[in-house]
């Protein structure tokens, strides 16, 4: 009896097993049914191949196009005389944009310079004249001198100098009441040399005076002050800006502050950095901003040094420990800091959009009871993101750590309950061993998806094709794109014939699915230990497709097997939020890396970090789409159309024009920038005496590609050039900024050119030598010279720089090269307008006593630049850029260079 009811327990278990197999969600038979039919050929298991890639190819082609013509998409611009006074308007920013830029090249200290600060004036009188009673506006001009030190984009400390530099600001206060907390915005009035600087910055500053005129003619009065900085010297490497937050009477009143720059000219403005901590500011933006526009992901791209740029920003984050929002253009890079960065590079609705924004923002932070007490929202930091300029969400980090964490744990435990209950057949070892294998072939995707792309990256850089997308960005869909994802889909096609021969092709896509969830949930768990902000984009792909294809799938019992429609439908709607929102991210940082390229120098070859950022939305989008090639048939001749297309690219880019890096069209200046100046050397032993000079007009490479194509353009500028030895402090070159780590001066070349005729040279006078102790020497210099100088400082060995009279008067080297063995000090000094004051101050050096005493300790450098003026550009230098083709844009001036050995 015992026996006999065992055994019908046993099938009673066999039954009920059978029973929870045929129910399993996207199974419609047990496992070995499904076997049976795929090697009976049951035409119905299949997906068609061709079908599957075309609309693959339509959905993503698609979004591309969405996003290209959402992102250039503007609002009306607004008409003064249409509208009440309290609108900002476009027509009358824009006026004060063609007038700005109507003056010039504004460098400091140029006479353009104080034009433009004579006009933000005249305006800004115009604006108080009108204003609405219940305003009060205080103008104030600002004179600045000081020092402070700045690490500049990886080089390394180096201390900047300044004097009679000069920022013009304006209050906003209710009338007869001027608060005690204050709201700061602030634009650069300057630009750098040769460029009349529309975007950069102009554009702000016009922003700034139309919101101001907007905002004093409301009716009701501001809660706090708003204060707009009109700053006059922040191309000198932000001098201008730490004059006003450490020296104006204002700044210990101001509590929060909005920073506006430019990356390029036009576009969307975007808002790029955030805090320190303080995410109420987010959220001030995100509620107040019509056209919302920025991200964690551009804030961490941005801080992490990627970007060789800072802003104002960082000296009031710093010097002011004050929070605030850093806010750019960054379109059409290809004009930034160049001739071209023209009003007419500035779109129609472009103004609108940017002013609309910043009033309604300054209104809700004038108007905040945060300015005064952020109380819990003071600490912290906020995940935030617009979706392609519709609207903005934003939380804060630790929410997001919950979010993330709440979703890893709903995909790993979706994933193990099929484990534990043996889904689709196989048993619960066995489940995990296939779970795990398909992990890795989707990992062996990503490999080959990056391998492809690097790949044509370094064949391009073999055949002397490099930068083929600076011009044509689209050259980088099928150089580095279309070979990922046919390297990606080819590998699970060569998986499919050998691996996965015999297996049951739609459980052979769940447990790619599944794996893929699986990879993509461990990678969140990473970034959201280390705290990655940005990690919200992966976020976004492990939620929707659980969300929408494994939860609402299982909701109404839909299975893939029979009704291939239910499975296109529910794969491409859970990806199309992820997919649609990577496009959105990738297509703007490719449109902002491709033009840094430009202006890298030799240090990277471009076309390897392009290849790996158009890597990653194929790599995202792979994982995904791996799975679907196992229940696809006729997929191998869709593969080889795509290499063949692969191939076709390839070749069009290199065979063709489509393939030349460079542009001068109207509609689009991606030129080569051609940097040459007309330098003059001289060098000088102890006794001050000159003992070797030279002149010459010294072309720097600002790419990868450097004069390789102007060679075979204009070869005759070239035939004397010759090859650039480092002698001396810094390389014995007139570097203003401290770049040498990314121009390389032995990239560099020298070519023939006279003497320079300055009426006013720099000249050096060591004013006194002191020996204060047996191993302690002072020495100390008076300069005098042009308004933009540098001094480089390089010791002897055993010799060290402890102390000079500047910034924090605790000398720091900056970054150089291998080859200079010494360490050397970077000193940046500018003066205002006509300043006829010498550049004086001190140096102790370490001297070791083992040292002999006759021999020098010091080799010091000396440079002048002639940025603006008569003294800028020679007729030598005329004669060169004339020679130029069209597809080159040249930036230069004049400089000398002083060695003294001491």
Not at 499 to 523: C, G, K, M, Q, R
Request: charged share 15%; proline share 5%; hydrophobic share 40%.
């Amino acid at each position: 009896m015992a026996s006999n009811g065992n055994t019908n327990d046993s099938v009673n278990l066999r039954k009920r097993h059978q029973y929870n197999k045929v129910n399993q969600h996207e199974q419609v038979s047990s496992y070995e049914d499904s076997k049976h039919r795929l090697k009976h050929g049951t035409s119905k298991v299949f997906l068609s191949g061709p079908l599957l890639i075309l609309l693959s190819l339509l959905f993503y082609s698609s979004s591309v196009f969405l996003v290209h013509v959402r992102m250039n998409s503007f609002p009306t611009p607004l008409l003064a005389n249409n509208h009440s006074d309290e609108y900002f308007t476009e027509e009358r920013a824009r006026k004060h944009l063609i007038d700005i830029t109507g003056f010039g090249p504004r460098v400091a200290g140029s006479y353009a310079n104080i034009q433009a600060e004579k006009y933000i004036i005249s305006e800004l009188d115009k604006i108080n004249q009108v204003r609405n009673p219940v305003h009060d506006i205080q103008v104030d001009i600002q004179n600045v001198t000081g020092s402070f030190v700045l690490d500049f984009i990886g080089v390394g400390e180096f201390t900047s100098v300044y004097s009679n530099l000069r920022n013009v600001i304006a209050m906003l206060s209710p009338a007869g009441k001027v608060g005690n907390h204050s709201v700061l915005i602030n634009c650069h009035y300057d630009s750098v040399t040769d460029s009349p600087g529309a975007s950069d910055d102009a554009v702000s500053c016009t922003l700034m005076l139309e919101i101001l005129r907007a905002l004093s003619q409301r009716k009701t009065p501001l809660v706090h002050n708003i204060i707009f900085l009109f700053n006059g010297a922040e191309e000198n490497i932000l001098q201008a800006s730490h004059g006003f937050i450490t020296q104006h009477r204002w700044a210990d009143k101001i509590r929060a502050f909005v920073n506006l720059d430019s990356a390029g000219a036009g576009g969307w403005e975007l808002v790029f950095q955030t805090g320190p901590e303080h995410p109420w500011l987010v959220r001030a933006y995100a509620d107040s901003a019509k056209y919302p526009c920025g991200s964690a992901v551009c804030q961490e791209i941005f801080q992490s040094g990627l970007v060789p740029s800072d802003t104002d920003y960082r000296v009031f984050r710093d010097y002011g420990n004050i929070p605030g929002l850093d806010i750019a253009h960054v379109k059409n890079g290809y004009v930034y800091h160049t001739k071209y960065d023209r009003p007419n590079m500035v779109q129609p609705g472009c103004l609108q959009r940017g002013g609309e924004n910043l009033q309604a923002l300054l209104i809700t932070l004038a108007t905040s009871r945060q300015v005064v007490d952020p109380g819990e929202d003071k600490h912290g930091n906020m995940v935030f993101f617009d979706f392609i300029g519709y609207f903005m969400i934003s939380y804060p980090q630790r929410v997001g750590v919950l979010i993330n964490w709440s979703i890893v744990a709903v995909a790993v435990l979706s994933i193990l309950r099929k484990v534990s209950t043996g889904s689709k057949g196989p048993g619960i070892v066995t489940y995990a061993v296939q779970l795990g294998g398909a992990v890795i072939c989707i990992i062996l995707t990503w490999v080959a998806v990056v391998t492809s792309a690097v790949t044509v990256a370094l064949l391009l850089n073999i055949v002397g094709h490099e930068m083929s997308w600076y011009s044509n960005i689209h050259n980088v869909s099928w150089l580095f794109i279309l070979p990922g994802v046919t390297c990606g889909l080819g590998i699970n096609l060569l998986l499919k014939q050998t691996v996965y021969t015999h297996w049951d092709p739609w459980h052979v896509e769940t447990l790619f699915f599944e794996a893929n969830l699986l990879l993509l949930s461990s990678i969140l768990s990473m970034l959201t230990y280390h705290n990655i902000m940005s990690s919200y984009v992966i976020l976004l792909w492990v939620m929707f497709p659980i969300i929408i294809r494994d939860r609402v799938s299982r909701l109404f019992n839909i299975t893939f097997r029979d009704n291939h429609s239910a499975y296109y439908l529910m794969s491409f709607s859970s990806l199309f939020v992820p997919a649609f929102y990577t496009v959105y991210v990738i297509y703007a940082v490719v449109h902002f890396f491709i033009p840094i390229m430009g202006r890298l120098g030799r240090v990277v070859v471009p076309d390897i970090p392009v290849s790996v950022i158009t890597a990653i939305p194929v790599i995202l989008a792979t994982g995904f789409q791996a799975g679907m090639v196992y229940p696809s048939k006729k997929i191998g001749r869709m593969v080889s159309f795509l290499g063949l297309l692969s191939i076709a690219g390839f070749l069009l880019v290199v065979l063709t024009p489509l393939g030349f890096p460079y542009s001068n069209t109207n509609e689009q200046k991606s030129q080569q920038r051609t940097v040459v100046m007309h330098i003059d050397r001289q060098f000088h032993d102890q006794s001050m005496s000159v003992i070797k000079q030279d002149s010459s007009l010294w072309y720097i490479p600002f790419d990868y590609k450097g004069p390789k194509l102007l060679k075979k353009e204009v070869p005759e500028l070239f035939a004397e050039a010759k090859p650039v030895h480092c002698e001396g402090a810094y390389c014995g070159r007139p570097y203003l900024y401290p770049v040498l780590p990314l121009f390389d001066a032995v990239d560099s070349l020298d070519l023939p050119a006279p003497r320079l005729n300055l009426t006013r040279r720099l000249a050096v006078r060591v004013t006194k030598r002191e020996k204060i102790s047996p191993d302690r020497v002072k020495l100390y210099f008076s300069v005098t010279g042009p308004d933009h100088m540098n001094c480089y400082i390089m010791p002897r060995p055993d010799v060290r720089v402890i102390w000079w009279s500047m910034g924090s008067q605790d000398p720091q080297p900056v970054r150089t090269n291998d080859y200079l063995t010494e360490p050397t000090y970077f000193l940046y000094h500018a003066h205002g307008h006509e300043s006829e004051e010498s550049w004086d101050f001190a140096v102790e050096f370490y001297v070791s006593q083992k040292r002999d005493k006759s021999e020098p300790i010091v080799d010091v450098g000396f440079a002048g630049h002639y940025l603006h003026g008569n003294s800028q550009k020679t007729e030598h230098f005329h004669r060169f850029v004339s020679k130029l083709p069209g597809w080159a844009v040249d930036v230069g001036w004049s400089c000398t260079y002083d060695m003294f050995t001491l």
